[in-house]
């Protein structure tokens, strides 16, 4: 069996979420490392993404927020239509009046953009494993050790889940717990996905203020 070195803290998943932590420890100098089950940590694909104030003001803590801004969009209009007929309500700016308010303007741009930038931003990129997709976790004498399905073991003080909706950690928790405590997590606490067969949509319509 392949081990690795002993770390402090060990990332699963090369997401927002991941890459955005592993910036945060690079800056504070404490030791990581970051499994991403694919074979790229920023590949081509997904949605768009908007970012606003809570999360910018973060990315500029971290120094990505200039290069945010080369690739990015902002948005510079609020339109508000009628849920029914299509028919335009208001037109307002609203980036220059979040930014005042906020100090950052709402963007937006494709979630691999995203990554690239942060991406770009790890110093030591040999601390980022593609291809490692995790297969069990073990909780052993005040350490964690992180198997991976291609047989490598990873030794560290903490393991972040940072993977996602079908999250390996989650189910790796739930199985340690049950080792320990079985029931301590109830059943509904466990289906891991999120609900899409309820859904909220929200349409606008004419309120008439003099009522």
Known sequence: MASESKHQ???????????????MLQHL????????????????????????ANGLRILDQLGVYEDVCKVAQSAKLHIVRDGETGQRL????????????????PMFMERYQLLRVLYKHITEK?????????????????????????GTTFEGQITVGADGVHSTVRKE?????????????PTEDRQ???????????????????K
């Open 126 to 150: 040999e601390r980022v494993f593609v291809d490692k997709k995790v297969q069990k976790i073990e909780d052993y004498e005040g350490r964690v050790l992180v198997h991976t399905e291609d």
């Open 9 to 23: 803290v060990i990332i699963v998943g090369g997401g927002i979420t991941g890459l955005t932590l592993a910036l």
């Open 29 to 52: 100098q404490i030791d990581y490392v970051l499994l991403e089950a694919y074979k790229s940590v920023t590949p081509n694909v997904g949605a768009s993404i908007g970012l606003y």
């Open 90 to 105: 208001s037109k307002m700016p609203c980036g220059p009046i979040l930014k005042t308010r906020h100090g950052y303007a």
């Open 173 to 185: 928790m739930w199985r340690n717990a049950d080792e320990k405590d079985p029931g301590a997590i």
């Open 192 to 210: 891991g996905n999120l609900n899409v067969e309820e859904m909220l949509s929200w349409q606008t319509t004419a309120y008439d203020c003099e």
